[in-house]
Nanobody, 123 residues
Framework: QVHVVESGGGLVQQGGSLRLSCVASGSIFSSYAMSWFRQTPGKEREFVGGIDWSDGTAYAADSVKGRFSISRDITKNTVYLQMNSLKPEDTAVYYC????????????????WGQGTQVTVSS
C-alpha cells in the first residue's frame, strides 16, 4: 500500500502560480501512476492530471492544459503539480492519488489518497 501526502496549497491572486507536492511512501513500483484531482463542495472529484511512474508520461485535463504541468522526482518519491495562470475557477481542494496501474481519469480507480490541500484563487 502506498501512502501519499500533499502540501503546497494556499491563497493566490488570479494569474499567479502555485506548486503542489505529493510525497509517496511505501512500495512504489514502476507500474504505478500518481494523479491529481480536485473537488469543490457539491461536485464530483475531477481529474486534473496524472503521471506514469515508469516513464514519466504526463497527462492533463483539457481544462488545465497549457497552464498546469505534472512532473516527478524519482529520487524523492515526489510528484509535483505546477499551476500557472491560476483562475478563480481553479479554487478547490486538491488531492493526490496513487494506483498500481497506468493513469486513469476515474477517481474510483485509485486506492490511495492524500488528505487534500486547499487552493484558493482570488479575483
Amino acid at each position: 500500500q502506498v501512502h501519499v501526502v500533499e502540501s503546497g496549497g494556499g491563497l493566490v491572486q488570479q494569474g499567479g502560480s502555485l506548486r503542489l507536492s505529493c510525497v509517496a511512501s511505501g512500495s512504489i513500483f514502476s507500474s504505478y501512476a500518481m494523479s491529481w484531482f480536485r473537488q469543490t463542495p457539491g461536485k464530483e472529484r475531477e481529474f486534473v492530471g496524472g503521471i506514469d511512474w515508469s516513464d514519466g508520461t504526463a497527462y492533463a485535463a483539457d481544462s488545465v492544459k497549457g497552464r498546469f504541468s505534472i512532473s516527478r522526482d524519482i529520487t524523492k518519491n515526489t510528484v509535483y503539480l505546477q499551476m500557472n495562470s491560476l483562475k478563480p475557477e481553479d479554487t478547490a481542494v486538491y488531492y493526490c492519488a496513487a494506483r498500481g496501474w497506468s493513469v486513469s481519469v476515474r477517481h474510483g480507480d485509485y486506492n490511495s489518497w492524500g488528505q487534500g490541500t486547499q487552493v484558493t484563487v482570488s479575483s
